[in-house]
C-alpha cells in the first residue's frame, strides 16, 4: 500500500468515526426561526409592559402571567420547529434523528440548561429577579457549549457569545431584556444563517 492509499484510507476512518460521533442533522433554519420567534416574542413582551402604565413586572400580576406564557410559547415553537427541520435534515442526510449520539447531545445540553432554569426560577420567586435575563443567557451558552462535542463544533462559538452577553448583562441589568433580545434573537438569525449557507445548502 502506497502512502497516498494509507493516508486515504486513515482519512476515510477518522471521518467514519466522526460521522458516529456528532449528530450533523441540527438545521440552521431552525436557528432562524427561532431568531425570529424571540424577536416577536420580545416584542409581544415589550408591548404588554408598555400598556401595564409599569416599567417593572409584579410576579402575582397578569401582565407577568402573560409574559410568562409568551416565553413559554417562543420555547415550545423553536423545539417543535428544531425537531421538524432536523428530521427532515436527517432523512435527506439518511441518518435517524433519535440514535445513540442525538441522545448524548439532548442531554449534554439539558443537564446546564435545566439547572439554570431551576436557578432562575428560585431566584424570581425569592424576589431576587434583577438578573434574570443575565442569567438566561449564561446558562444557555453553557448549554451550548456542553453540547458541542456533540454536534457541529461552531456551536461552542454562539454559547461563548451567549455568554459573554449575559455576563455584560450582568454589569448593567437595566437592560436586561435587550441583551436578551440580542443574544436569543438577533444572534441566533446570524448563527442560524451562517449555518445554513455553510452545511444545509
Do not use: Q
Not at 3 to 31: A, P, Q, V
Not at 130 to 138: A, D, H, N, P, W
Not at 175 to 187: H, I, K, R, T
Amino acid at each position: 500500500m502506497s502512502t497516498e492509499e494509507y493516508l486515504k484510507d486513515i482519512t476515510e476512518i477518522k471521518d467514519m468515526m466522526n460521522k458516529s460521533s456528532r449528530f450533523f442533522s441540527l438545521s440552521g433554519l431552525s436557528g432562524i426561526m427561532a431568531g425570529i420567534y424571540a424577536l416577536i416574542g420580545a416584542a409581544i413582551a415589550y408591548y404588554l409592559v408598555s400598556i401595564s402604565g409599569r416599567d417593572y413586572l409584579i410576579l402575582d400580576g397578569k401582565i407577568f402571567n402573560y409574559i410568562l406564557l409568551d416565553l413559554l410559547i417562543v420555547a415550545l415553537l423553536s423545539i417543535i420547529t428544531a425537531i421538524f427541520l432536523s428530521t427532515r435534515k436527517a432523512k435527506k442526510n439518511n441518518e435517524t434523528l433519535w440514535n445513540g449520539t442525538s441522545k448524548r447531545l439532548l442531554t449534554a445540553f439539558l443537564i446546564p440548561l435545566i439547572t439554570g432554569g431551576i436557578y432562575i426560577i428560585i431566584k424570581i420567586y425569592s424576589n431576587h429577579y434583577g438578573l434574570t435575563g443575565s442569567l438566561m443567557l449564561i446558562f444557555y451558552g453553557l448549554a451550548l457549549i456542553n453540547a458541542s462535542k456533540y454536534t457541529i463544533g461552531n456551536v461552542k462559538y454562539l454559547g461563548y457569545i451567549e455568554i459573554v452577553l449575559g455576563l455584560i448583562c450582568a454589569v448593567y441589568p437595566g437592560y436586561g431584556f435587550w441583551f436578551w433580545v440580542l443574544g436569543f434573537g438577533v444572534m441566533h438569525i446570524i448563527y442560524g444563517s451562517l449555518i445554513y449557507f455553510k452545511h444545509d445548502r
